[in-house]
């Protein structure tokens, strides 16, 4: 259960450069400042906050890598990292540098402030201790942004430029600053900071330098090195060399246009160095374009990303689906960080339709402290809530203000905001923001038969594609939104609040489907293109469609694919609900072949590589993992019943397959394990069931006899409690 909350620092103050020195987009700042203690701590707390990105080392150490966080958590307030270990720290006097990276400029996942500079508060014993003097602040003056593309409008990011004849060696603690400036003193209120919210997720996880899988020469100046997977990396070059020489470092997902990422770009000193580019990329290789005169020694590159383990697991005897299975997992993966993220490379945005899908596969592909990103995005999308009480997304964001009002229908909605509550039991988050989604919901209206009147938002935008049949789609998304909206004021005893958002569901579902209902599938009036798949999904998923229907509308998900890999998802889940587990995984092969059967390590944005939006787009997109929940959830059929998997419902419903496991990852390091073994006519079972937790299991349809633990079960379902079950199981 997360039970930590977002704790708020409001005395600090911001040291930047002089007023009258504003600091440019891109620009790298040094901070240089000592401490002295008359003895080591038994405890500290530093509380540090930078806009945008810093380093911290003390004594020469470096401690801190990449800290701080994209602003902010809501439009007016920034991050502040707090930090309870400083290794280098010593009795006597502490030299303490920082290097701070001033993105100066919106984008859609950050917003900028005025001011470029560091808030540093530090307690020892619980008492705050200053530095000896004022902070001096330099001007790095080896790094500048480079010439050539920039990065598109929606990146705060700059590329990287470093000239490494330059460089100084500001960290050290034997190095003289006395000739730089001291820095201005200023109010978080005049820096344009406000409030200092403590960092809600954890530090990044550094794998280390590491090898690349392989290298090969392009050519006499292109050096190509591939990675083992798509990661999220900072490249590393050793190298002999004149002074003077430009090496350019970009990945092979490096694109022009509107599409365009960041790249780095290194200026040699003479002699034999070393560069590690400070700002991530990603990719599946990286590409050093070497001029005339420059030796290489070795490269090398540094994974780092959001520190979460991969501790679920899923396989089976269909290497496509287990395949398709790992290639969501690492999807998700990367597209974590300061936030969820749709892709790591055009936008690194938190538009919430793709956190639905993340959040969901969160619970069964990472451990616990994957949650807590979840709950930062779900206090960041209400923080941001505007005066008119709508909500959009993605936030934080400088430069991007619409509404796509269906994805904010679902960030608040069964799929959203009650399945983090469902995974986690964390009741005071729903707690914090249900006042706010009370507010958006009520934005909504109905009309006199009790159908939702469409609003157009910003971007009314229903999913990428065509045939899109958005009077459906706003219906179908406020029912599931006002299902959500439902479980949550129950939760908070608001039983007003609660009934009457079920009576508004239940009416809704009655109308559509007398008024939009043709005898074979939904279709709203003036409606001019093909049928659509997506909306005839979320008619299933929210109960729209009478269960005695399920056969007449059956076959319509084997004749239209419209739904980008986003809606897929519920498309799959629909077959999945009605109960067609084998049509499901037979759509889902067919659909995503070409992501499985590619060499690339993540899935796609559209189902094909290409031109921007639906056809093609990024290759590492995070709405297209839906799959990874479709298989944990309904095949292998394990789905939690009571907040924080204390109780879970064990389904398998294995369709063509003959052989599956999985592990689903439960805080404390506890797993929930599951193996089924089957022939035609009988199988095995083994399930463990974790401490604290019980599990409701199911037998599968295909049998009609089986033992728990060597005895005899007449029930077709049962209820186990903590520990380890085998399960024999046969026809007769």
């Excluded at 599938?521 to 998923?541: C, E, F, N, T």
Aim: charged fraction near 25%.
């Amino acid at each position: 259960m997360l039970v930590c909350c977002l704790s708020v620092y409001v005395q600090a103050q911001v040291w930047t450069l002089k007023e009258k020195e504003p600091a440019a987009p891109g620009t790298w700042w040094c901070f240089r400042n000592t401490v002295t203690l008359e003895e080591l701590p038994r405890s500290l707390e530093l509380c540090l906050a930078a806009d945008t990105k810093y380093w911290l080392w003390v004594n020469g150490e470096l401690q801190v890598s990449e800290g701080g966080l994209k602003r902010g958590p809501n439009p007016s307030d920034t991050y502040c990292d707090v930090i309870t270990s400083l290794p280098a720290l010593r009795a006597g006097e502490n030299t303490v540098a920082l290097l701070v990276w001033y993105f100066g400029k919106d984008g859609f996942s950050h917003r900028n402030s005025p001011t470029a500079g560091i808030s540093f508060s530090l307690f020892c014993d619980g008492k705050e201790v200053e530095p000896d003097a004022k902070w001096r602040v330099k001007k790095h003056p080896a790094y500048y942004v480079p010439q050539g593309e920039q990065p598109n409008y929606r990146l705060a990011e700059s590329n990287i430029g470093f000239d490494a004849v330059k460089d100084i060696p500001f960290m050290s603690p034997e190095y003289n600053d006395k000739k730089w400036k001291k820095a201005t003193e200023i109010s978080l209120e005049k820096a344009g900071w406000n409030q200092l919210v403590n960092r809600p997720i954890p530090f990044w996880k550094d794998y280390g330098l590491k090898p690349y899988a392989k290298t090969e020469m392009q050519g006499d100046t292109l050096l190509r090195a591939y990675l083992p997977y798509n990661a999220q990396i900072t490249p590393y070059i050793r190298l002999k060399a004149p002074a003077g020489k430009c090496i350019r470092i970009r990945t092979d997902n490096y694109r022009g246009g509107s599409a365009t990422n960041v790249f780095a770009e290194y200026r040699t000193c003479e002699g034999e160095q070393t560069f590690e580019c400070k700002g991530w990329m990603n990719g599946h290789y990286v590409q050093y374009e070497l001029p005339e005169g420059v030796e290489v020694l070795d490269v090398k590159y540094r994974e780092t990303g959001y520190d979460t383990s991969f501790a679920g697991s899923f396989s089976c005897d269909d290497p496509m689906l287990t395949r398709l299975w790992d290639k969501s997992q690492r999807t998700l993966y990367i597209t974590m960080r300061d936030t969820y993220m749709d892709c790591p490379d055009r936008e690194r945005a938190q538009w919430w339709g793709d956190v639905v899908n993340e959040l969901g596969e969160a619970f069964y592909a990472l451990d616990e402290k994957a949650h807590l990103l979840t709950r930062k995005g779900i206090h960041e999308l209400m923080g941001w809530q505007r005066a008119d009480s709508t909500i959009f997304a993605p936030v934080p964001a400088g430069n991007y203000k619409d509404e796509l009002p269906m994805q904010m229908l679902a960030s608040v909605s069964h799929y959203g905001f009650w399945t983090y509550y469902m995974g986690t039991g964390d009741r005071q988050t729903i707690a914090d923001v249900l006042p706010r989604v009370k507010k958006y919901i009520h934005v909504w209206k109905t009309d006199a038969q009790g159908l939702v009147i469409p609003r157009s938002g910003g971007w009314t935008w229903g999913d990428w594609g065509e045939n899109k049949d958005m009077t459906l789609l706003f219906n179908l998304w406020y029912v599931i939104a006002l299902k959500g909206y439902e479980e949550m004021n129950q939760l908070a005893g608001e039983a007003e609040e609660a009934a009457w958002a079920r009576t508004t569901a239940d009416k809704l579902r009655k109308v559509f489907h007398r008024t939009f209902w043709n005898g074979k599938y939904y279709i709203s009036p003036g409606y001019q293109g093909k049928p659509d798949d997506r909306a005839q999904a979320l008619a299933v998923v929210s109960g729209v469609l009478p269960k005695e229907l399920y056969p007449v509308i059956r076959p319509f998900f084997s004749t239209w694919y419209h739904a980008s890999p986003y809606m897929e998802k519920y498309v799959l889940e629909a077959l999945c609900t009605m109960g067609y587990y084998q049509d499901a995984l037979n759509r889902m092969k067919l659909r995503y072949r070409a992501m499985i059967e590619s060499p690339l390590t993540t899935l796609w944005e559209g189902w094909g590589i290409g031109s921007e939006g639906f056809g093609g787009g990024t290759y590492n997109h995070a709405w297209s993992g839906g799959p990874l929940t479709i298989l944990s959830q309904y095949i292998a059929g394990i789905e939690t019943l009571e907040p924080a998997f204390r109780t879970f419902r064990v389904a398998p419903h294995p369709a063509h397959l003959s052989f599956i496991r999985t592990q689903v990852p439960l805080s404390g390091g506890r797993r929930i394990v599951f193996e089924m073994d089957k022939s035609a006519h009988s199988g095995t079972m083994y399930l463990r069931v974790p401490e604290g937790t019980s599990a409701q299991v199911v037998l599968p349809a295909e049998f009609q006899r089986w033992s728990v633990n060597g005895e005899p079960k007449n029930e077709r379902q049962l209820m186990l409690s903590a520990g380890e079950w085998h399960f024999e199981m046969s026809e007769k």
